[in-house]
Each structure stands twice: as structure tokens, then as C-alpha cells.
């Protein structure tokens, strides 16, 4: 069937300012990471990405890597990008990333200019895109200065090839350092990447304050922590859960036992705001006024839609919030 998006797709989605940028980013942002790869279902991948869409869902994030095989989950939206969003280019904010293992030989992670502006190249490619909106350089590096990293940011920009740039799961300081020198090369950082939800915390300390001072905005990745802060482990492990792909290593079933006694508890909490668990994660990231956008992650429609519906309950009282450091605390 060709794909027509919904008309009333601008309904029910909240646009939020990104830092200080004119660029506003849904409340709810889609990542490629898993479940479009070049080993998952085709067509599930494209009702997924379609529901997105249709419901409001303007922003898409990839990166270099995403597959497996790595490459693949680019060559996925890329299909899709031809099928079915090619008329909707100028809705979509379409982001990747380099910075992660991704081919042979020196020049092929981590953060020189020789590396992200070959990086870039072949996502567009493989994306069949002329630009992204947004180009990550995916995590800090060592070993190579600031000042080269950012200014391949820059150049990709200065070259037609990215709109924005932003940076992932930089540390508060490297991300004021990174911030300080976009800004005198005239590209500001429009946003920061960091993993956020309720078992990882570590922007709290420090990170959402240089981000305030800086005017960037941040996205939540995995704000369900990969599934946990669901009902997904409520009764054991399922087969095909991501906990129980091995092929991967992200989140274990240790991971989830460690967690369970949390998870049920928090669920508890969540049923009592007439909520599910994953949209009570999802409002709980969104709190923050920092936090442009939650970035999830879904293997079914039913899952994006379970989540979508967090936008019908984003508030909490100071009494919940404190329930909810208890048992995270405990
Ligand atoms: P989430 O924390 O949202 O986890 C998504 C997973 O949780 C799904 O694949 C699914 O797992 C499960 N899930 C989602 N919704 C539900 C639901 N309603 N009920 C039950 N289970 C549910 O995010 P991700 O970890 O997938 O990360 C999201 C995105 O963040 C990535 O795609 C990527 O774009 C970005 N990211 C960026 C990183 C970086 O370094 N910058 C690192 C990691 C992610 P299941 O398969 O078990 O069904």
C-alpha cells in the first residue's frame, strides 16, 4: 500500500524548544538502535517508523552503527525514506552519528576529522540523503583534541551535509569545552545526547546545569532503560525481550533481576496514576525542563503506541516524585 501520511498528524504532538535554537523537537523522538537493522523484519520496522510519523513523531535518530550489521539500520531508513517519507523530507529531523567502532584500521572510530566527515559520507548514502538535520559526534575522545572533533562538526555543517550538531555522553566539563569552541567557530551546539531514566541518573550531577548555561538541549536516550522501566520483565523474561539477545550485550538478565523488586514497585506507583510503567518513565525524563525530547526505542506498533500515550499524563506531584527516589533508593 503506498504510504500517505495522516492528516491529523500535528494533533496530539507537543513541540518543544531545543536550548536556546529555533529548532522545536517532539516530546517523543524514535531511535533506530535496535529492531530496524538488516536482520529484523522490514515490515515492522516500517509500521513502526509509519505510526511515528503519523503520529507526530518528526524525529528519527541513527547513527553510523545501528544494525546489526552495522550500516544497516541507515540502509533500513533509507529504504524507508524512498517508499514512503520521501514527499515528508522537510517534516522529518533526520539524525546520525560517528564516533563507535565502525570499519577497519585507525581512521574508523573515535573523534578525528579524517574519520566523522568520512562517517558522514556514508550514512548519507546509505540514508539517500543530501543532509541530516542533526550530525553527532557520538562520544568524546580522548586522545584527539577538542578543537579537531568540533571543527568536523562545523565543516559538516559548512558543507551543506548537516543542518545542526550536537554531542553524546560528553561529561559536564568536556561538554562546556565542546559548547565554548562551536560557538566561536559560529556553529553552536544545538543539543546533547546523554542516556537518562530512572536507574541512571548521572546528568543530574552536573550535566543539566552547563547545558541551562549553554542553551543546548538535551534528548533522553533509553528513558525505559532498554525496557526495564516497562512491563515487559514484569513475569520473568520473555523469549525475544532484549534482555535475552546475546548478540548484543547491553542489557542482561542479571541486569533485570537486579532491578525487579524496583520495577514493581514503581509499576505499583504508575497504576496508581493511572498510568503504565513505561509512560510514568517517559513523563518522569520529560520533568526536567532541559529535556527536549524522549528518545525511545520499540519492537511493535502496540509498544510506540503504549508510549505515545505518556503525553496524556506528564505532571507529578512532589509527593510522587519523592515516592519515586524512595524506591529508587531503596
Ligand atoms: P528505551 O529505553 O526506550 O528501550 C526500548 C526497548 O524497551 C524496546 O526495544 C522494547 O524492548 C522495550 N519497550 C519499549 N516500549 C515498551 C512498552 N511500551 N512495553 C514494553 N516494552 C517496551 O530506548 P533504547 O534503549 O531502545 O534507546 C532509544 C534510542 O536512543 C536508540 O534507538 C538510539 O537512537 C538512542 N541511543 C543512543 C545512544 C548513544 O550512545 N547516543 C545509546 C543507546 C541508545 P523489547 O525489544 O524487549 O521489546
Given at each position: 500500500m503506498p504510504y500517505g501520511a495522516s492528516e491529523t498528524?500535528?494533533?496530539?504532538?507537543?513541540?518543544?524548544?531545543?536550548?536556546?535554537?529555533?529548532?522545536?523537537?517532539?516530546?517523543?523522538?524514535?531511535?533506530?538502535?535496535y529492531n530496524f537493522g538488516g536482520l529484523d523484519p522490514f515490515e515492522n520496522g516500517r509500521a513502526m517508523a509509519r505510526r511515528a510519523f503519523d503520529m507526530g513523531i518528526t524525529h528519527f535518530d541513527l547513527a553510523n552503527n545501528y544494525g546489526p550489521p552495522p550500516g544497516s539500520a541507515e540502509e533500513t531508513f533509507g529504504q524507508l525514506m524512498k517508499?514512503?517519507?520521501?514527499?515528508?523530507?522537510?517534516?522529518?529531523?533526520?539524525?546520525?552519528?560517528?564516533?563507535?567502532?565502525?570499519?577497519?584500521?585507525?581512521?574508523?572510530?573515535?573523534?578525528?576529522?579524517?574519520?566523522?566527515?568520512a562517517s558522514l559520507d556514508q550514512s548519507l548514502k546509505r540514508m539517500g540523503l543530501e543532509y541530516v538535520?542533526?550530525?553527532?559526534?557520538?562520544?568524546?575522545d580522548p586522545e584527539t583534541p577538542m578543537e579537531e572533533t568540533m571543527s568536523a562538526l562545523d565543516s559538516a555543517v559548512r558543507q551543506g551535509k548537516a543542518l545542526y550538531v550536537g554531542i553524546s555522553s560528553y561529561s559536564p566539563e568536556q561538554t562546556q569545552e565542546a559548547s565554548q569552541i562551536l560557538r566561536q567557530?559560529?556553529?553552536?551546539?544545538?543539543?546533547?545526547?546523554?542516556s537518562y531514566n530512572m536507574f541512571d541518573r548521572w546528568v543530574e550531577n552536573g550535566l543539566l546545569d552547563v547545558l541551562d548555561q549553554e542553551g543546548i538541549g538535551a534528548i533522553a536516550f533509553s528513558p525505559l532503560a532498554q525496557g526495564q522501566l516497562t512491563d515487559r520483565y514484569l513475569n520473568g523474561i520473555p523469549s525475544g525481550a532484549r534482555a535475552t539477545k546475546t548478540e548484543r550485550v547491553w542489557l542482561t538478565p542479571a541486569d533485570?533481576?537486579?532491578?525487579?523488586?524496583?520495577?514493581?514497585?514503581?509499576?505499583?506507583?504508575?497504576e496508581q496514576r493511572g498510568q503504565k510503567l513505561s509512560q510514568m518513565a517517559i513523563a518522569w525524563v520529560l520533568r526536567k525542563p532541559q529535556v527536549t525530547s524522549a528518545l525511545i526505542g520499540a519492537s511493535s506498533v502496540a509498544q510506540l503506541n503504549d508510549n505515545l500515550a505518556a503525553l496524556n499524563n506528564l505532571s507529578f506531584s512532589q509527593e510522587e516524585l519523592n515516592q519515586i527516589d524512595t524506591i529508587l533508593m531503596s
Open positions: 498528524r500535528y494533533s496530539n504532538m507537543t513541540y518543544k524548544r531545543t536550548g536556546h535554537s529555533g529548532l522545536k523537537l517532539p516530546l517523543i523522538s524514535l531511535g533506530l538502535w517508499k514512503d517519507f520521501h514527499p515528508y523530507r522537510d517534516e522529518l529531523i533526520i539524525s546520525t552519528k560517528a564516533g563507535y567502532d565502525m570499519w577497519p584500521g585507525p581512521y574508523g572510530e573515535w573523534g578525528s576529522r579524517k574519520y566523522l566527515l538535520d542533526i550530525f553527532y559526534s557520538h562520544r568524546p567557530m559560529g556553529t553552536p551546539c544545538l543539543i546533547h545526547q546523554p533485570v533481576h537486579r532491578n525487579i523488586e524496583k520495577i514493581q514497585k514503581l509499576n505499583s506507583l504508575a
